[in-house]
């Protein structure tokens, strides 16, 4: 993911996020806080974007850049070597404005295009922070057409926007995940998870298709595709380790029964989400060594939806630590969109994509 920026409009960072990410990868320049209420207040603080309480923003950038482990190792991120742009759009609380989103949206976008002035007077791109993806781990029952506009305009512009599917189950997607436009993110699971102790890190994953697609199940939660909806692919979005300092490290979250630390399990389409933003900063570094910005959102799109590894409507009987017990899983065709995202594949799809959509073969 070298040279491609990632915008995460989500709730910002955790004040000590330097313990979990080098400075260098977080592009603190950048970073903007777009809160209305706050902005009301004698307190608003436009750096509020690093003294986030909730860690939902911390733990997605998490995925995407990787983290350290304390001070034992460093977790690898699927592109750790793009840089994070927080945009901090909710509160601390965890909720926030779709007029916010359309800020952040907007601002990123502005970014994007910002121009020079060259001697001829001609207007030419900075080139600043492009290529750049804007990572939406968010969203709301009801569409708004103005947050569907301030996407088609990032869209136009240049943007690659991303965001989750929703966790409601059969209710069907969240928005903006469920514009066509938008390169939407189911979230996915393992059949082997907690086969063993440290089974997230040391238990073994077929790579192979054969072996794999028995063994990828879809969690009931993920948002269902319905009329108007475009689902495009899954992602590992269920129990994700990162970083997570809800409340602080001494009040952990309850499902970790009391235990204080700082890394938890995570599970949502908000947690798939990063997933796909990192695999489209892998295609988007590939399209950078030829010295060319060719790939478009719709080209990436076709390229995630081609190479990924398709699910078919199923059922998957997996452990769960809550229940302590194992859990049935059902999904149909509606829940896997093309199916589960292949970074792998979708790279290897990069350089034959921009063959065929130049005309040299």
């Known amino acids: 993911g070298k040279g491609v920026y ?3 409009l989500d709730t910002g960072l955790v004040p000590n996020w330097r313990d979990y990410f080098e ?14 209420a706050a902005a009301l207040t004698a307190h608003y603080n436009p750096a509020a974007w690093e003294y986030d309480t909730n860690s939902h923003g911390t733990h997605v950038t998490s995925t995407i850049i990787g983290y350290w482990f304390y001070d034992l190792y460093r977790v690898a991120g699927v592109a750790p070597d793009a840089k994070v742009i927080p945009v901090k759009v909710l509160k601390n609380a965890g909720w926030g404005w779709t007029t916010d989103v359309v800020a952040g949206i907007l601002y990123i976008a502005e970014l994007y295009k910002e121009e020079i002035e060259t001697g001829g007077n001609v207007l030419e791109p900075k080139g600043v922070i492009n290529p750049i993806i804007i990572s939406m781990s968010l969203g709301g029952p009801v569409p708004s057409e103005l947050e569907r506009e301030a996407i088609d305009y ?11 599917a929703g966790n409601e189950g059969e209710e069907g997607m969240s928005y903006p995940g469920g514009f066509p436009e938008v390169i939407s993110v189911g979230a996915a699971g393992w059949t082997g998870e907690w086969s ?9 994953v077929p790579e192979r298709e054969e072996g794999l697609v028995d063994q990828v199940y879809v969690t009931n939660f993920s948002s269902r595709e319905r009329d108007g909806q475009e689902l495009d692919v899954l992602a590992p979005g269920s129990w994700i380790v990162g970083p997570y300092l809800a409340y602080g490290a001494a009040h952990p979250p309850y499902w970790s029964r009391g235990i204080p630390g700082q890394y938890y399990y995570l599970g949502g389409t908000s947690m798939a989400t990063p997933h796909v933003s990192g695999v489209i900063a892998l295609l988007l570094e590939y399209d950078l060594k030829d010295e060319q910005i060719s790939l ?19 059922e998957a009987s997996v452990y769960s630590p809550i229940y302590e017990d194992y859990v049935t899983f059902n999904w149909g065709d509606d829940a896997v969109g093309a199916g589960l995202v292949q970074a792998d594949q ?15 073969g």
């Open 6 to 8: 990632i915008a995460v």
């Open 296 to 314: 478009t959102q719709e080209i990436i799109e076709q390229i995630l939806e081609e190479s990924a590894l398709y699910i078919p409507p199923g």
């Open 154 to 164: 990032a869209i136009d512009v240049g943007v690659i926007v991303v965001a989750a």
């Open 23 to 36: 400075e260098e990868k977080i592009a603190t320049e950048f970073g903007r806080a777009f809160l209305a």
């Open 196 to 204: 063993m102790p440290h089974w997230w890190r040391d238990a073994d």
């Open 346 to 360: 979708a790279v290897k799809q990069v350089g034959k994509v921009l063959i065929d959509t130049q005309g040299n």
